[in-house]
Structures are given as C-alpha cells and as structure tokens.
C-alpha cells in the first residue's frame, strides 16, 4: 500500500500508539507501532460497508409517502480509536436513502437540530423553487422544514445535502447526504438487480482531510478554497476501504461522488469492464461498457457489475486511477484503493446484462426559445460565472414557463494549464449534453444529466424543458468555488 493517506493514518496510528504509551505502563505490550503497513491494512480494511438504512414512509396511503429527517450532530469512528466531530440525517454520519416512486405525493418534515441554520436542497429533482431547497430556504437551528412536491420524472438516483449560502461546504464535508431514488414502472420491470443491500448497493464516495490526530474537522486552507479542497482519506459511505460481500453474479452499483472538489476516475483492479446504465437523471436507453468511469462532484451513475465468472472467497477492489486535481501537476498520478468487493457463493439472481434500458427522448433544439451563454472563470482567488459572483437579491436570468432553452457552458482557460475544470450543475431540470465543443457527448452522456463536467477550453451545450416555477441555482459544483460564490440564480415564470 503506498497511498498517501496512508502515511497520515500511519502517522496517526502511531501518535495515538505513543499517547497510550506514555500514559499506561504495561508490560504485555504485544501490538501496535511495529509493521504498521501491514498491521494499518487490516485496520483498514476490517470494516463491512455500511449500508445507509431506507427511511421509512410514515403515510400509510400507497399513493403519498411521508419522510422525517432531523439533521443532527454527532461523532464518527473514521479511524478506529478516534472520535470524529460529524453531522448526519437521523445519525451520526449520512443520511437514509429515500425511496420514493413516480407519481408519489412526498411531503418531509426536516427538523434542524444542528446549532446553525441550514438547508435541505433536493438535487435533481424536479420540484418548484420553494421546495429546492436552495439557499432562500433556509431552516434556523431548531426549526423544521415542511416541502411538499409531487414525483415527476422517471426512475434515478439523486441524492439531498444542505445548500446554505457560504456554508455548503462544511455542511457537506461533516456528513451531511444522503441518496434519494426515484423508481418507476421501467426500473420496477426491468431485469436488473434492484434487492436494496443484497443486489443493489449505495456508494457515496468523499474524502476529508484527515489531521495528525485523525480528526476530519473542516478547516480549508488557502488553497483548499482556490481549488476545492482535497482530502487524503477516502470514505464509501462513511467507512475507509470497506469491504463488501457481493452475489456472484450480476451486481448493480449506485455510485455518488459526494466529495466537495475531488474528480474520480473509477476502475476495478482486476481490469474487468463494466456497465454504466444510468447517468444523474435516470437510465441511459443501452447499457454503456467502460472501463474506467468517471465522476467530477455531485455526478452519480448506476452501473452492472458481473461477477459470475469470479470465484467465491476472490477479491477485487474498486480503485480511483487519480490524475491530481491541482491544474499544475496533471503528471501526478495515484492509485488510490476505495473498497474491496468479495465474492461470495450467493446468487443475485440476474444473469444477464439487458440490451435495451429505456426510451430516452430527445429535446429537440429547434424548439429551444431562447441561447444564453454561462461562462466560467476561475483565476486566481476569483471564481465567477459571468464575471459575476453570487449576490442572493439579484436574480441573473428569467426563463418563461414550459419552455425549452440552450444554454452554452464554457469554462475560460487561465495559466499555464488553462486552469481548473468545473462542474456545473442547474437546479430545477434534468439536461442533456447537446454536443462539446461541437461533438456529440460520449455515450454515457446521452440521457439526462444535472451535473456536467466543463474542461478549461471547452463549451458544453445543454438543453433543458423548463417545467417548474420559481427561483433556483446554477452553480460549479466544486463546493468551496459554489461558496466562493462561483453560482448564479434563475427564475422561471
Ligand atoms: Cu448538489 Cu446546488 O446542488
Ligand atoms: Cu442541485
Ligand atoms: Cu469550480
């Protein structure tokens, strides 16, 4: 193992190893400080994936569902012995994963219990602006917050974290998410894995900065806020290099980047391809086989992993093949390991990879009203869209009701490297990639989207159905850049 959060684990490790020391005289000292490298991979990688529980619907009517979220306070074990300040949806760390059905009337009570005012944002969802969630909507410390919003758009996985102006960051950082599904009739008939924590796994994948003592207290520095910060631990659902017991078989996994800045570029370490079959916004209409999958913040994808032709007891890990994030070293790469699968002699019950997913139709851009550019820049500690930063009283563009628009995203270059790459995500709508750079988007990029990726240089163009009123964000989704005010707002009437 020769990841870099190691070396800060094992420095951790063996600070707390020297504490207990100095404090206890003993004499059947039998463990720790020596062969930490090997004593630190089973530390590791000891613990089971959590499995984020599903939240209770407390409507008894099968047409409506009630949700009760409390966000709350709490500590985490990250590294074993250590204590980690951390915040959470009714618990420590995380929250629930929602389920919730197409054409389902939802309506969720979040009780803040934190002792700072938050919000309860919806991302990708498609509700009217009051009930986004976005930073208008904010939830003093002991308040609860009612939205009500009817499910209208197809089966996904989305997922909830707190939008509070200058404050995302944080909230985010210290465990604030959690996963939202939508199902519908497609992903109910559909032969795929669907068994939540049996064929059908959440992976919500973040790193924290740990500090000398193994605490992932928020605290970016300079360059943490120019660039987005970048952790040195790596969490799968709030555990370090977990392990999972999969089927041995078909295996369907919902990954969610959830980290504040860092791009992933997935791959397993056994080199066997796999299928992406659901961008942000729901299926994709094939399943797309890649080898490497790659996420920048707040993107998530579904993919199938076949694990049929492994044997029972064998391992394969889930890498992330880094090419570091700050734009002057694109020649730095790590291998980082983020969790173990092991096979198991269970079935999972699908032994095929289905053909044909869904229908995924086309916006048409002849019907597009109106062009609007949104040009991102970040150059030095200046972070704009438009040459403009953030300002809550102003609103930046009015879309007219049930209307169909393009918007064009470009990322200015800056530097020697032409700077950073930007996440840029729009509330209130599922997009798709009409072309970048005027190419026709990869194939795993043709359904729909909320979060799209924009490389210095490049120009994305999206196009989206507006369907709901009110006032929502558009925003890079790098979290300290989104504070930082990287983040504009839109109105639909
Ligand atoms: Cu993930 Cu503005 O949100
Ligand atoms: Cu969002
Ligand atoms: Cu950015």
């Not at 939830?139 to 919003?149: C, D, L």
């Not at 659902?237 to 990954?255: D, F, T």
């Not at 791959?267 to 992406?276: G, I, M």
């Not at 029972?312 to 790469?333: E, F, M, P, R, Y």
Request: glycine share 8%; with cysteine.
């Amino acid at each position: 193992m020769k990841k870099r959060y190691v070396y800060l684990i094992v420095i951790a490790i063996l600070l707390i190893g020297i504490l207990l020391l100095a404090k206890y005289a003993f004499q059947n000292d039998d463990s720790s400080s020596e062969s930490e490298s090997d004593d630190l991979s089973e530390l590791v990688e000891s613990k089971p994936l959590p499995i984020p529980p599903l939240l209770e619907d407390v409507d008894p009517d099968p047409d409506q569902a009630e949700f009760h979220l409390t966000a709350q306070q709490g500590t985490s074990e990250i590294l074993d012995g250590v204590e980690s300040k951390t915040l959470g949806y009714n618990g420590n760390l995380l929250g629930p994963v929602i389920r919730v059905h197409e054409g389902e009337k939802v309506k969720v009570k979040m009780k803040n219990e934190l002792d700072e005012a938050t919000t309860l944002h919806w991302h990708g969802l498609r509700v009217d602006g009051k009930y986004d969630g976005g930073p208008h909507s904010e939830v003093m410390a002991g308040e609860t917050w009612e939205p009500e919003f009817t499910i209208d758009q197809p089966a996904a996985t989305l997922w909830y974290h707190p939008h509070m102006m200058g404050m995302t960051a944080k909230q985010v950082y210290e465990g604030l998410s959690g996963l939202l599904y939508i199902e519908d009739e497609v992903s109910n008939q559909l032969d795929i894995p669907k068994e939540y924590g049996v064929n059908d796994f959440p992976l919500i994948i973040q790193d924290k900065k740990m500090d000398a003592s193994g605490n992932m207290e928020y605290a970016p520095n300079m360059t943490d806020s120019m660039r987005g910060l970048l952790g040195n631990a790596f969490l799968v659902n709030g555990a370090i290099s977990p392990y999972l017991e999969v089927p041995q078989g078909i295996v369907r996994l919902r990954l969610l980047n959830g980290s504040n800045s860092r791009i992933y570029h997935f791959s397993l370490d056994n080199n066997q391809t796999f299928y992406q079959i659901a961008s942000d916004g729901g299926f994709l209409e094939q399943p797309v086989e890649m080898s490497e999958l790659q996420l920048s913040p707040a993107e998530r994808a579904e993919i199938l992993v076949d694990f049929s032709q492994l044997e029972t007891g064998q391992k394969i890990k889930l890498i992330n093949t880094n090419l570091d994030a700050t734009s002057d070293s694109h020649n730095d790469i790590d291998v980082i390991e983020l969790m173990e699968f092991v096979i198991t002699d269970e079935d999972s019950g699908v032994e095929d990879i289905p053909k044909q997913l869904t229908e995924v139709e086309s916006l048409d851009p002849s019907n597009s009203v109106k062009t609007r550019e949104f040009v991102m820049a970040g150059v030095g500690d200046s972070l704009t869209i438009n040459d403009k930063v953030m300002d809550m009283t102003q609103i930046d563009e009015e879309v007219d009701f049930n209307t169909t628009e393009i918007w064009e995203v470009s990322n200015k270059r800056s530097g020697m490297h032409g700077g950073m790459a930007h996440p840029f995500h729009m509330h209130g709508v599922q997009f798709q990639v009409l072309d970048r750079d005027g190419n026709a988007p990869p194939e795993n990029e043709s359904g729909w989207k909320d979060t799209v990726l924009v490389q210095p240089g490049e120009k994305v163009r999206l196009i989206a159905d507006f369907r709901n009123k009110g006032i929502f964000m558009y925003h890079c989704h790098i979290l300290e850049h989104e504070d930082a005010g990287m983040m504009g707002q839109y109105e639909v009437k």
